[in-house]
């Protein structure tokens, strides 16, 4: 077979292989530092024992490697439990009704919570190994990126057009085949896109998901993580410094090397037809391709990979007798019914028990108020990001010279960790004696309001020419211009922005209404600083406590503000 | 001759909102023998597509037998393949893969399936495309790839859900002239073809019978013999009679009523999907001179540059309306008709209004309904779940759209978008208080 993918135009142009010879090198150098970097984390260690660590800069590479090392780690057991989780889903009904309401109560679990309650077992599961602590950090970063790609792939699974459905049925593929011929090339745009998200959500926990408490102890693994909160611990400026800059020379790095080739090639599998945007490209895709030695080891692996996709073939027609569709038993999908239902009330009936005679009701009437104003700092930093940002970005997207380039800039700042910069507010609030309830507050969207901003450039570009000078043409002006052309326009990508904006402005309350520096402590009233509290002297019912509330808030939000706002958006703000 | 496939006394239903079941097809026999192609005709939601799906074991049916070879079909049998209107094309794969699919899916080698998918593009007319994507395509050879992925499995029943009616005429007339080529040529390995089609000189110029659907439940209404030799030519007269005598059968009794008579249809008539300023452009170009009030639908057709799917419900609306009269597959202009076309803006709307009040009861009922509020305002939903009763939930949001519309334009009532609600128009909700 010649797989005709792996062979553009280049390939059949390019006469030597001095791609090959140029190639080679970064290759050998990634298989090196990805055996030594596995070596290094898989070392014997006991509980107790310290890990070296310093604010040298020169030890940030490998730091850098280390970290970098987990997230993919982290990303690619994301990627698997997405697949898993969207196939079940996705195929059983009775699947889909237990495991979507729980992604979505897991979605809105702050990841501190599960970094808490797992790191025990798994250091157990490797005693005497530095594997476990490894996999409790990983466990950690992978909390934070798994559930938008199992949502995305979950959500593309469902929405597969059904006549390309109907044809892989005529045509007689096998479910195994299906979905890798179907599903997931269907999937793959909305999926990669997800798996830059999660890797931008994965950097803004690196430190608290590398710096692990338990048992009274903290065990900071080699990373950027630790090095940031050691010069946190030391009030170091400028080791902060280092490490900002080491996490841009990262972010870049696998930018290049990893989702821009992937983006690259992904392309192809775009549905829609005609091509709006330009294609992405890729320098080291367009290298790959025009390697002659590297090729063939690829096209060995895609041929294992078709081999195994006429194995596990459907061995029997229509006319067979196991084609026939069993019924659906009525009474045994009630009896599901009726377990989950069970099940959703003795969890429950637990639950109140439970903040009963662990916290009192008191105390979790507290908690629903500081719950109610960090809902209340939410909703007026969206707003106010959004006063800000929404001119901003429609300027941006009505001039094309600046969209292309500032869009671009907008997603590298949603990318990196906002709570680098945590450590100059403190010292700016404690200079100038300020009141850390309000102060605090705008560190929750530091972070964030880039989502908003891009996307709003996005809609503000996506507004057809045509009705642009319709607008120019009956002379729109003024607040009527804003009102009846450009605030509408860009409602259904400003509603999406936003509801990214405010789901990551919860999960930031945990970090940014509780910060430290050095011993200094600053905290705002409200559930994050809550939580964050109890987690640092490790009051587990408490913690449950908050995340069970936050989860709640969260949900609440979803269900009736954002989706509200999205099906409206949907069914009448769109061209 | 021997029967491939075989369907008894089929009858399919789909669950409404309600959970009352809605009847698409009932009673339907039907058998496709060795050798001979058959067309499918009828109005859209006469339940052809959902008999072409049952047959390629897509959907089971809830009645009756469904017998392949003799054998009962329970789900996509290897021996069936099937072109599909939009293409369904895999559009990462390129257009060798496309082609492979089939015989990958059945395990064979790889070598062996670059061969034979190789000789069906090279057969279809698309070699020294075999590394195109999809996308690099234009429509005719999308669905060329199309019929390459369906005739390399060698299927012994070839299914054409309206193949052709996604393309423009010329490439979608070319298409079928090479299909029926490779068809008397004996080049394909099937020995027998299905096309379901709205397209009637499509139908008559590929099939050795014609069925003709009719709507509500789905069932085969007449079935017509075209004994002519192949390949037919479409002006020939004997192609033109066959023509003339389908659109015939297709429009008897369907809004066929003698002008004057009570209305008769039931409230949730399946309002035929016509566009108020197609019927306007339709009845103008009717009592023009070239047809002088009396057209024959095939030359209406050809006029109008409009497809039959979209030609058959504006008369359809019209003779419902009785601004034009069905007859023996000619459309005829009444004289309430010529006065409609005659008239300014103002009478065409008061006609239109009072005729849409006079026979269509959907529209009577809302506008009695309304008079009936002191606001005159009621929501769309109720009228939606009457129509859900008997409709399914697409199919009665469809209704409900073509009487607003309609009602729009006779200023029987008004509808606002955004808030889904109907009322009376300005002037009259006034004069219904008074």
């Known amino acids: ?575 | 001759m021997k029967t491939l496939i075989e369907l008894k006394g089929v009858g399919k239903s789909f669950r409404s909102a309600d959970g009352s079941a809605r009847a698409v097809l009932e009673g339907v026999d039907f058998r496709l023998a060795e050798g001979e192609i058959v067309s499918l005709l009828g109005q859209s939601g006469s339940g052809k597509s959902t008999l072409l799906r049952i047959l390629a074991g897509l959907i089971p049916a809830d009645a009756g037998d469904v017998g392949y070879r003799g054998q009962p079909l329970h789900g996509p049998a290897r021996g069936i393949a099937m072109v599909f209107q939009s293409f369904a094309l895999f559009p990462w794969l390129t257009v060798q893969q496309n082609v492979e699919l089939g015989l990958e899916a059945r395990g064979m080698a790889p070598d062996e399936r670059a061969a034979r998918a190789l000789a069906a593009i090279q057969l279809i007319g698309l070699a020294g495309f075999e590394g195109a994507l999809p996308r690099e395509l234009s429509g005719g050879m999308r669905q060329r790839v199309g019929i390459a992925r369906a005739l390399v499995v060698e299927p012994e029943i070839l299914l054409m859900d309206e193949a052709f009616s996604a393309l423009d005429v010329l490439t979608g007339e070319r298409l079928r002239e090479e299909i029926l080529a490779l068809w008397t040529s004996r080049r394909m390995p099937t020995k027998a073809m299905l096309v379901v089609s709205h397209n009637i000189q499509e139908a008559v110029l590929m099939a050795d019978r014609v069925l003709i659907f009719a709507s509500d439940p789905g069932r085969v209404r007449c079935q017509l013999s075209v004994q002519l030799p192949r390949p037919r030519d479409p002006d020939s007269a004997e192609v033109r009679q066959l023509v003339d005598e389908v659109y015939a059968l297709m429009t008897a009794g369907t809004g066929r009523r003698p002008a004057g008579e009570p209305a008769a249809l039931p409230l949730a008539h399946r309002l035929p999907q016509a566009d108020v300023s197609r019927m306007d452009g339709l009845l103008e170009l009717l009592a023009d001179d070239l047809f002088a009030g009396h057209a024959d639908l095939p030359k209406l057709a050809e006029e109008t540059e409009l497809a039959d799917h979209e030609l058959l419900p504006l008369t359809q609306g019209l003779s419902l309306l009785g601004l034009a009269q069905l007859a023996d597959g000619d459309l005829h202009l009444t004289p309430l008709g010529r006065r409609y076309v005659d008239g300014d803006h103002t009478l065409r709307q008061q006609l239109f209004g009072q005729q849409l009040l006079a026979s269509v009861p959907l529209a009577a009922h809302i506008r009695h309904s309304l008079e009936q509020e002191d606001s005159g305002e009621l929501p769309q939903e109720p009228f939606l779940r009457l129509l859900s009763d008997s409709l399914d939930a697409a199919e009665a949001e469809r209704v409900l759209r073509t009487a607003i519309e309609w009602g729009r334009h006779g200023e029987v009532f008004e509808y606002d978008y955004r808030t889904g609600v109907i009322r009376l128009p300005e002037g009259r909700q006034e004069a219904a208080e008074g």
């Open chain 1, 1 to 575: 077979m010649t797989d005709k993918r792996f062979f553009p135009r280049q390939v059949v142009e390019s006469g030597g292989n001095r791609w090959d010879w140029a190639l080679l090198p970064l290759v050998l150098a990634l298989l090196v530092l990805l055996a030594w970097g596995g070596t290094q984390m898989a070392r014997p260690y006991q509980l107790g024992e310290v890990l070296p660590l310093t604010l040298d800069p020169n030890a940030l590479p490998y730091y850098l490697l280390r970290t970098t090392l987990r997230m993919f780690l982290a990303l690619g057991a994301s990627l698997l439990f997405a697949c898993v989780f969207a196939a079940l889903a996705a195929k059983y009904r009775a699947a889909e009704r237990v495991l979507v309401p729980l992604l979505d109560i897991l979605q809105s679990i702050p990841i501190l919570g599960f970094l808490s309650i797992t790191v025990t077992g798994f250091i157990a599961l490797f005693p005497g190994n530095l594997f476990g602590v490894e996999c409790a950090a990983i466990f950690a970063i992978f909390t934070s990126q798994a559930w938008n790609m199992a949502f995305s792939l979950y959500q593309s699974l469902r929405t597969v057009p059904p006549e390309l459905q109907e044809a892989s049925r005529v045509f007689q593929l096998s479910g195994w085949q299906r979905f890798w011929r179907l599903e997931l090339p269907f999937a793959m745009p909305a999926l990669l896109w997800n798996m830059m998200m999660s890797m931008s959500g994965g950097w803004f926990f690196v430190v608290a998901s590398e710096a692990i408490a338990v048992s009274q102890q903290s065990i900071k693994l080699p990373g950027i993580g630790s090095y940031i909160a050691l010069a946190i611990e030391q009030r170091d400026l400028q080791a902060i410094g280092w490490a900002i800059g080491a996490m841009l020379v990262g972010i870049v790095l696998y930018d290049q090397l990893f989702f821009r080739p992937l983006l690259a090639w992904a392309d192809k599998f775009r549905f829609e037809e005609g091509s709006s945007d330009a294609a992405p490209t890729s320098w080291l895709l367009t290298w790959l391709r025009r390697t002659e030695r590297l090729q063939p080891f690829a096209l060995r692996i895609v041929a294992l990979f078709g081999r195994s996709l006429t194995l596990f073939r459907r061995r029997h027609d229509g006319t067979s007798i196991r084609a026939r569709a069993r019924p659906a038993g009525a009474a045994l999908q009630r009896a599901w019914d009726a377990l989950l239902a069970a099940a959703v009330l003795i969890a429950l009936w637990h639950l109140l028990r439970f903040i009963h005679t662990e916290v009192g009701w008191a105390e979790a009437g507290h908690v629903l108020v500081l719950g109610s104003i960090t809902l209340l700092r939410v909703l007026v930093l969206t707003a106010l990001a959004a006063l800000v940002w929404v001119p901003v970005g429609i300027w941006i997207g009505l001039n094309p010279r600046w969209s292309g380039r500032l869009q671009g800039v907008a997603q590298f700042l949603a990318a990196f960790p906002a709570n680098l910069m945590f450590p100059v507010a403190v010292l700016f609030i404690v200079r100038w004696k300020l009141n850390p309830d309000v102060w605090l507050s705008p560190l929750m969207v530091l972070g964030t309001q880039w989502y908003l901003l891009f996307n709003v450039i996005a809609g503000a570009s996506g507004i057809p020419t045509e009705l642009r000078y319709a607008a120019q043409n009956l002379g729109l002006s003024g607040w009527l211009r804003w009102r009846r052309y450009l605030l509408p326009a860009v409602f259904p990508s400003f509603v999406t922005g936003a509801i990214t904006a405010s789901g990551g402005s919860w999960n930031a309350s945990i970090v940014a209404e509780y910060v430290t520096w050095g011993d200094t402590t600053l905290q705002a009233k409200g559930l994050g600083s809550y939580i964050a509290h109890m987690t640092a002297i490790g009051d587990f019912p408490r913690i449950a406590l908050g995340i069970g509330v936050m989860c709640v808030f969260v949900m609440g939000m979803n269900h009736l503000v954002w989706r509200r706002l999205y099906r409206l958006a949907e069914d009448r703000m769109h061209f």
